[in-house]
Nanobody, 116 residues
Framework: QVQLVESGGGLVQPGGSLRVSCQAS????????MSWYRQAPGKEREFVAV????????TYTASVKGRFTISRDNAKNTVYLQMNSLKPEDTAVYYC?????????WGQGTQVTVSS
């Protein structure tokens, strides 16, 4: 049974930093492209960042480029999202996604709130 478990969310002030993690089990992690998505209240889920299986290439949505960094540790079956210079508009539930061909798995999400 595949499980993706996010952690590390919380409340942070504008300009602050936070790192969220997603630990995977039940799959061969190194074969999956890993992504982060987010969903703000009243909005559709949107793409945030993606990292290739070997971790040698990343892509970001424009609004987080230069502030967020996606990384992975295949030995730990974990993908990370380091978020710096956080803004109130980054407030959302953050989800990790694992993709291999037509297979897609989602975590349950972790809440990130940016507020003073």
């Amino acid at each position: 049974q595949v499980q993706l478990v996010e952690s590390g969310g919380g409340l942070v002030q504008p300009g602050g930093s936070l790192r969220v993690s997603c630990q995977a089990s039940g799959l061969i992690f190194g074969r999956y492209v890993m992504s982060w998505y987010r969903q703000a209240p009243g909005k559709e889920r949107e793409f945030v960042a993606v990292i290739t299986t070997a971790g040698d290439s990343t892509t970001y949505t424009a609004s987080v480029k230069g502030r967020f960094t996606i990384s992975r540790d295949n030995a730990k079956n974990t993908v990370y999202l380091q978020m710096n210079s956080l803004k109130p508009e980054d407030t959302a539930v953050y989800y990790c996604n694992a993709r291999l061909a037509t297979l897609r798995y989602w975590g349950q999400g972790t809440q990130v709130t940016v507020s003073s």
